[in-house]
């Protein structure tokens, strides 16, 4: 774990190098569901530079156009405002299905609606998938392990979840949508993909979404305290999302159902998470503490042997050189406007 955490190493641990930019065969056609958010927006450059085309679906709850704009009069590239949660109707050849609110705050917002996109959502897209015969990949959560009773998490842990909390719209949702997943495969034969994502950060996170590692850079940047729920002794297991996107796509063009786990092992509490972000942006900033929420998992860091074995991947990118990359993103959105003023 601790050479996750460190700066040196994280060159070395690197293995098989990146998917390839552009493969020898016919341009794809894929759709990303979530594709105007965080993880999506990487995901799908990543796609276009490869040289497939793609369909992004999403209905802007959490996403912006912003974080595509880049692409629009690509004719590989098109933008459909729908909600998963009804049905639709493409022809695709892959359908990487990310639609899902993913901050606390934001799924919590109408927890009805979150369970709906979850269950509902889902169907519709392995619908879709059985119609068109696409290979489906579901972005699920480490929060499938609620708080976990095994550390670190394996696949094989069942997860200790709280099946009427606050936080249920959203990990017993997954837990459905896998159900789905896995039973329109075995029933069905649908080639599906599974990934149980740890937590991820970088640079189009949503900037006042709450979660702690965009809410701490904003702090930090903004001269206000660092908050910190409860005692801050709580841990997780920070993932740039650069890393996230290649385990995606190597889940997806892999043979394996899976489920994965994708997350970088370098385990913090969100004292020393706190910590990072001081030497990074203020070493003056302040931390005040805060009472934490409802059902708070205290640890989560993945084990991911099974995604080193059958995926060949690990992650590369360690919380100390991802964070800046973040940093300048937000820097950018937060007082960009104010320096153009300046000046
Ligand atoms: P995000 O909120 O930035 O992106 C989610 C996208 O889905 C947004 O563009 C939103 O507008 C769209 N969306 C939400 N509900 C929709 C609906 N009903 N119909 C159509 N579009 C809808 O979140 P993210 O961090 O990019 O997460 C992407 C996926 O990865 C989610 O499924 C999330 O559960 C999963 N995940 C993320 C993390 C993480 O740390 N970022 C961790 C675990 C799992
Ligand atoms: N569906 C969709 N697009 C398609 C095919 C199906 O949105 O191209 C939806 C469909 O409306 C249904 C869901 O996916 O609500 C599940 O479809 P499936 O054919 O598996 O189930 P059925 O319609 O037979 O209940
Ligand atoms: N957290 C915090 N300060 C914040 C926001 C969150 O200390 O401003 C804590 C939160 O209580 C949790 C951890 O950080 O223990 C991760 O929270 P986040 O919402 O980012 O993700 P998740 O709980 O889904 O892992």
């Not at 927890?111 to 519709?124: D, F, H, Q, S």
Request: aromatic content about 8%; proline content about 6%.
């Amino acid at each position: 774990v601790s050479e996750y955490r460190a700066e040196a190493e994280t060159e070395s641990v690197s293995v098989g190098g990146k998917v390839p930019l552009s493969l020898p065969r016919k341009p794809l056609r894929i759709v990303v569901t979530g594709g105007a958010g965080f993880v999506g927006s990487h995901l799908v450059d990543r796609l276009i530079a490869r040289g497939d085309s793609v369909i992004v679906v999403d209905n802007f709850f959490t996403g912006r156009k912003d974080n595509l704009v880049h692409h629009f009069g690509n004719p590989r590239f098109e933008l459909i405002r729908h909600d998963v949660v009804e049905p639709i109707l493409l022809e695709v050849d892959q359908i990487y299905h990310l639609a899902c609110p993913a901050s606390p705050v934001h799924y919590k917002f109408n927890p009805v609606k979150t369970i709906k996109t979850n269950v509902v959502g889902t169907l519709n897209m392995l619908g879709l998938a059985k119609r068109v015969g696409a290979r489906f990949l579901l972005t699920s959560t480490s929060e499938v392990y609620g708080d976990p009773l095994e550390h670190p998490q394996a696949e094989s842990y069942w997860g200790n979840v709280n099946p009427i909390g606050v936080r249920s719209c959203y990990d017993e949702g997954k837990r459905t949508a896998e159900t789905l997943s896995m039973d329109y495969h075995r029933g069905l034969g649908i080639e599906v993909r599974i990934a149980r994502i740890f937590n991820t950060y970088g640079p189009r996170m949503c900037i006042d979404d709450g979660r702690v590692v965009s809410n701490f850079v904003a702090q930090a940047l903004r001269k206000e305290p660092l908050t910190v729920y409860g005692d801050g002794k709580q841990t997780r297991s920070f993932q740039y999302v650069s890393d996230l996107v290649e385990g995606l796509i190597r889940l997806m063009e892999g043979d394996h159902v899976g489920p994965f786990n994708l997350g970088n092992p370098g385990e913090f509490t969100m004292l020393e998470l706190a910590q990072v972000v001081q030497e990074t942006i203020d070493p003056n900033a302040k931390i005040e503490f805060r009472p934490n929420t409802e059902d708070d998992p205290h640890k989560r860091r993945p084990d991911i042997s099974r995604a080193k074995k059958l995926l060949g991947w690990e992650p590369t990118v360690s919380l100390r050189k991802g964070l800046p990359m973040m940093v300048s993103d937000f820097r950018q959105r937060i007082f960009g406007d104010e320096k153009d003023m300046d000046s």
